[in-house]
């Protein structure tokens, strides 16, 4: 079993101390055990209990939009067609190219975190699916990384979409602020993630296949809340 070091022994120690009832004030006792020197996430995970759902398909993988962003930069890449090339230059990409990026790719080249396509480069890229496909980088409409509109699907893709999926025991986690954001940009960060998964996912996402949920930053004990106290 792996020893908790002192740091964490007297995170934990605060947080049985300090016993919150709601979740604005379990917020802020995350916060406050955020102690590293680093700008700490604020996490939220939770475990889907798939043997719960019956028929159809349980595995949870959706994007949703948070209002606030979740203060983590990604370096965006936009492979589109050469009369294209100005309007992903305008969009903020980090890096852009038509049969140039492809060839990059197929190189080994990729120095990016997410790709966004247009729909006319889409037949290009079946022969990358064993490279991007791994890494978890292949354009995909329902993720908002198959786009005519770079400059939207930029933007979003940069400052407010994140991805979520679970693994095959059902465990999810995500990102939903940093330390440093404010409590209130946390709930309404928090609020939506509910939100869409209730409204998108209503038969994987429900309380009877998921009783609690956990807030914790990148390396504090976590705190434990459920349904009721998220505005849906």
């Known amino acids: ?14 947080k049985e101390k300090n016993k919150v009832d709601n979740l604005d004030n379990k917020i802020d006792l995350v916060k406050k055990m955020s102690t590293t020197k680093f700008i700490d996430s ?5 475990k889907i209990n798939l043997k719960k759902i ?16 979740n203060g983590k930069k990604f370096k965006v890449a936009v492979l589109c067609d050469e009369n294209k090339l100005n309007d992903a230059k305008k ?5 852009f190219g038509s049969e140039d990026l492809i060839q990059k790719i197929t190189s080994g080249q990729i120095n990016f975190d997410k790709l966004i396509c247009t729909p006319s480069m889409m037949s290009k890229l079946g022969k990358l699916g064993k490279i991007l496909g791994p890494k978890g980088l292949m354009p995909n409409p329902k993720l908002g990384t198959v786009s005519d509109d770079l400059v939207n699907a930029v933007t979003k893709i940069k400052n407010k979409i994140v991805e979520i999926k679970n693994d095959k025991d059902g465990n999810v986690g995500l990102s939903i602020g940093r330390k440093t954001f404010a409590t209130n940009k946390i709930i309404e ?37 459920n349904f009721k106290e998220v505005k849906l």
């Not at 604020?42 to 939770?46: K, P, Q, T, V």
């Open 1 to 14: 079993m792996k020893k908790k070091s002192k740091r964490f022994k007297k995170l934990f120690e605060q």
């Open 42 to 46: 604020i996490d939220l995970s939770f």
């Open 54 to 69: 019956k028929g159809g398909d349980s595995n949870l993988r959706t994007i949703i939009e948070l209002p606030n962003g």
């Open 91 to 95: 969009s903020g990409a980090d890096v």
């Open 189 to 225: 960060n928090l609020n939506s993630v509910f939100q869409s998964l209730k409204k998108d996912k209503s038969t994987i996402f429900n309380s009877e296949n998921i009783k609690n949920f956990y807030l914790s930053s990148s390396m504090s004990p976590s705190i434990k809340f």
